[in-house]
């Protein structure tokens, strides 16, 4: 199981970013996907997840509002679309399959992909 998240980079507060979440030799749309981060000298955070049987999405309360997780199971794709980014948000964002829930838990996943880092700074 190979994940390969992309699309970070250095945007401005009140800016957007696009992650992108790949998989190699399987299907993502079987997966439950989950989005955290882990900013310098912190643990990693859950901010999203999808769930592969009914779609459902889950959201830290720290990005709802702002940040959208969506499937593209055509591209074998799992996307995170973050709107006004704050400097906050600077982590480095990591991809991962595993169980979706409202607790969107670093412990209930278990592959992870290669992290992109994310800097919201002017």
């Known amino acids: 199981v190979q994940l390969q998240a992309s699309g970070g980079g250095l945007v401005q507060p009140g800016g957007s970013l696009r992650l992108s979440c790949a998989a190699s030799e399987f299907t993502l749309d079987y997966y439950d996907i989950g989005w955290f981060r882990q900013a310098p000298g912190k643990e990693h955070e859950g901010v999203s997840c999808?769930?592969?049987?009914?779609?459902?999405?889950y959201y830290a309360d720290s990005v709802k509002g702002r940040f959208t997780i969506s499937r593209d199971n055509a591209k074998n794709t799992v996307y995170l679309q973050m709107n006004s980014l704050k400097p906050v948000d600077t982590a480095v964002y990591y991809c991962?399959?595993?169980?979706?829930?409202?607790?969107?838990?670093?412990?209930?996943?278990?592959?992870w992909g290669q992290g992109t880092q994310v800097t919201v700074s002017s």
């Open positions: 991962a399959t595993g169980v979706c829930d409202s607790t969107v838990v670093p412990g209930l996943y278990d592959y």
């Open positions: 999808i769930s592969s049987s009914d779609g459902s999405t």
